[in-house]
């Protein structure tokens, strides 16, 4: 999709980090944009933000986990500005990667969480709306927010293993659509480091289910601080992806070079039948 002016473009996990770096190089580059969060201060302040410079953006609170929600957020779009053709499946949550849990420790609350948001958010959101852009029939385009940790190996993560569905299922999605000669092109973005606080968020954990104890928070908080010193910032990946947008760019990795290693040793294995290590 060449030029995204006039362009409806739904960006979910807007509030921060990568989703509101996207929003805002969507909006620079003339689209028109519905910011999804879960988190409602913190996405009316980052809408308000955008909105002083670009009059076409507006927020709507939803859960992504939640289908029912996901409709919502369609509806609410379509109400504002009549059809979306870009939808950002980007909000995820990464539970207690970082503090070594294995398969066995990681606690079932843990499990649904980052399975439900990561990957049943991705889900509610195909689901969704690519039936509404099968029936306006006008060029789309489909980003879903995968990981590093979505194509390599290494050990238990809900997080990891979440993305790696992520990952594979916007490999079906690419088929899917070509196979039906959809104008919908789609795009998997996988970041590496970015300095966002996707350490903290526990913050956003179901009231019912608590992940963590104070001590990990403290810990997962200390990591999230390295992150953001040493991580890239999230205004560069918003303008990649507008570019792949663009480009109809399928892999998106924001540090190839460093990433691709991880990719390569994790295919040897597999080809060369070797134990993973
Ligand atoms: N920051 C990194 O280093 C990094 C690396 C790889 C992948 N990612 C992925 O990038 C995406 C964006 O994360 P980020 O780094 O910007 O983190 P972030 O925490 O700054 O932003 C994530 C946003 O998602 C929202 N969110 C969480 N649960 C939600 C739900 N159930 N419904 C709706 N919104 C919800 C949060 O409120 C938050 O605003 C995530 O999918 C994450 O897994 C990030």
Request: hydrophobic fraction near 45%; charge should be negative.
């Amino acid at each position: 999709m060449r030029h995204l002016s006039n362009k409806t473009a739904v960006v979910t996990g807007a509030a921060s980090g990568i989703g509101l770096a996207i929003s805002e190089a969507l909006l620079t580059s003339g689209a028109n944009v519905i910011m999804a969060d879960v988190e409602e201060p913190r996405l009316a302040r980052a809408c308000d933000r955008l909105a002083a410079s670009h009059p076409r953006v507006a927020p709507f609170r939803a859960d992504i986990a939640d289908p029912e929600q996901v409709q919502a957020l369609l509806a609410f779009s379509i109400s504002q500005f009549g059809t979306v053709h870009i939808l950002c499946n980007n909000a995820g949550v990464s539970g207690t990667i970082g503090l070594g849990k294995a398969a066995w420790e990681i606690s079932a609350d843990e499990w649904d969480w980052v399975l439900e948001v990561n990957l049943g958010g991705v889900i509610n959101g195909l689901r969704t709306f690519v039936p509404h852009m099968i029936h306006h029939g006008e060029p789309s385009h489909i980003v879903n927010t995968s990981s590093g940790h979505g194509v390599t190996t290494g050990p238990t993560s809900a997080y990891a293993i979440s993305k790696h569905a992520v990952t594979r299922l916007s490999e079906g999605l690419l088929f899917d659509v070509k196979n039906r000669n959809l104008p919908i092109g789609v795009t998997v973005l996988i970041p590496g480091a970015i300095g966002t606080d996707i350490m903290a968020s526990v913050r956003n954990q179901p009231d019912a289910c608590a992940i963590v104890t104070e001590g990990e928070a403290k810990k997962l908080e200390a990591y999230g601080d390295g992150l953001k010193a040493r991580g890239l910032p999230a205004a560069e990946v918003g303008n990649m992806v507008v570019k792949a947008i663009q480009d109809n760019q399928f892999f998106l990795y924001t540090h190839p070079e460093q990433q691709l290693s991880g990719v390569n040793q994790r295919f040897a294995h597999l080809t060369e039948m070797t134990n993973p290590a």
